[in-house]
Nanobody, 126 residues
Framework: QVQLVESGGGSVQAGGSLRLSCVASGLAFSSYTMAWFRQAPGKEREFVAAIRQSGGTTIYEDSVKGRFTTSRDNAKKTGYLEMNRLKTEDTAVYYC???????????????????WGQGTQVTVSS
């Protein structure tokens, strides 16, 4: 069956960095758009970043542009989210997701993604 497993979360001080990984199994990874979402306590799950199948196109939520970078290694079936200059408002559970046949206008939508990881906690303290 399909599995997405995130790792790399943790606790850091504001201004610090973390790198999240998402290892996929059970799917043709290179055929899927990969995305990262996050959910803070009491808030809805929100889009953070996405990367198209070849890695040539990346899209970011405005508040993370210039600080976060998403990438992928199709040979390793792994997606990454490099997070720099972290802020306290970045505190959340981060989820990776995979979806196929996603049109650009839907790439930020949770419903476009059929597969999800279990999430990894990121806590940023001041």
């Amino acid at each position: 069956q399909v599995q997405l497993v995130e790792s790399g979360g943790g606790s850091v001080q504001a201004g610090g960095s973390l790198r999240l990984s998402c290892v996929a199994s059970g799917l043709a990874f290179s055929s899927y758009t990969m995305a990262w979402f996050r959910q803070a306590p009491g808030k809805e799950r929100e889009f953070v970043a996405a990367i198209r199948q070849s890695g040539g196109t990346t899209i970011y939520e405005d508040s993370v542009k210039g600080r976060f970078t998403t990438s992928r290694d199709n040979a390793k079936k792994t997606g990454y989210l490099e997070m720099n200059r972290l802020k306290t408002e970045d505190t959340a559970v981060y989820y990776c997701a995979a979806g196929s046949g996603i049109i650009l206008s839907s790439i930020r939508s949770r419903s476009a993604y059929g597969y999800w990881g279990q999430g990894t906690q990121v806590t940023v303290s001041s």
